[in-house]
């Protein structure tokens, strides 16, 4: 199934590398205006853009410097897009970080910092964008979420604890929101091929494939076409769910 997001302008937390590069690549090279923010690899956002730029898509694409844990920053942003693309049809929540240690090791700021990216950046944009949705009566939002809010890992207290939040907070949402015509879900990724994997000691890596059924790690591309899905049209009766991309690790 491949998807036309031709007039869709979307918005991508935490864009310039990973998953988020995988969605704003996807979606900007099937027609869409997409924005992304980053929060200090300006490099790596420069490389983003200039990389679609060369392609001649149709749809526009545009990086944001901004702290998902800011909410004036949120709604400036928010701002910014609607302004430039006339509208903003669709947000991914994807920006967040993990910080992984043995609770009786995690120092409080790691807690804290862990809290405040990936839960306080998810209220940040959300709640900067839903009124405008509101107000259109349309849009969808995609919380990249995780695997680890649903089975939880160990040595990820704080990580796993957001991540279930988040799943949390799309399921509440989906029911405030829906008879606006806004549909709020998450896509659960397990253990995907991105510079945080290859960061991990290869006798880790091996570890964590045996628990894999499908015996591998997933691509980003992979989970960029389960957030296309839902912010697609196809999943116009799609509300409250999680999408779970890990290979069978959670089954």
């Known amino acids: 199934m491949d998807l036309d997001f031709g007039g869709k302008r979307v918005l991508i937390t935490g864009g310039s590398r990973?998953?988020?590069?995988?969605?704003?690549?996807?979606?900007?090279?099937?027609?869409?205006?997409?924005?992304?923010?980053?929060?200090?690899?300006?490099?790596?956002?420069?490389?983003?853009?200039?990389?679609?730029?060369?392609?001649?898509?149709?749809?526009?694409?545009?990086?944001?410097?901004?702290?998902?844990?800011?909410?004036?920053?949120?709604?400036?942003?928010?701002?910014?897009?609607?302004?430039?693309?006339?509208?903003?049809?669709?947000?991914?929540?994807?920006a967040g970080i993990n910080r992984d240690k043995p609770l009786f090791l995690m120092a409080e700021e790691d807690w804290d910092a862990t809290i405040g990216a990936n839960l306080k950046g998810t209220y940040n944009y959300a709640r900067a964008a839903v009124y405008g949705m509101m107000r259109d009566k349309a849009g969808s939002i995609v919380c990249i979420s995780s695997v680890s809010g649903l089975k939880g890992m160990p040595g990820q207290v704080n990580y796993s604890a957001t991540k279930a939040g988040q799943i949390g907070f799309v399921r509440s949402l989906s029911r405030e929101v829906a008879k606006y015509g806004i549909t709020v879900n998450a896509v659960a990724p397990g253990f995907i091929e991105t510079e945080m994997w290859e960061a991990l000691p290869e006798k880790v890596r091996t570890g964590f494939l045996g628990d894999i059924p499908l015996g591998r790690p997933g691509k980003a591309e992979e989970v960029a076409r389960a957030v296309g899905f839902l912010l697609s049209e196809e999943a116009s009766y799609v509300t409250g769910s999680v999408l779970v991309v890990d290979g069978g690790l959670s089954a």
């Open 18 to 94: 990973g998953i988020g590069r995988a969605i704003v690549s996807y979606l900007a090279e099937r027609g869409a205006d997409v924005a992304f923010t980053y929060k200090g690899n300006h490099e790596a956002a420069r490389e983003l853009c200039d990389t679609l730029a060369r392609l001649e898509l149709p749809g526009r694409v545009m990086s944001l410097a901004a702290d998902a844990e800011q909410l004036d920053q949120a709604k400036e942003t928010i701002e910014r897009v609607r302004e430039t693309f006339g509208g903003l049809d669709g947000l991914v929540l994807n």
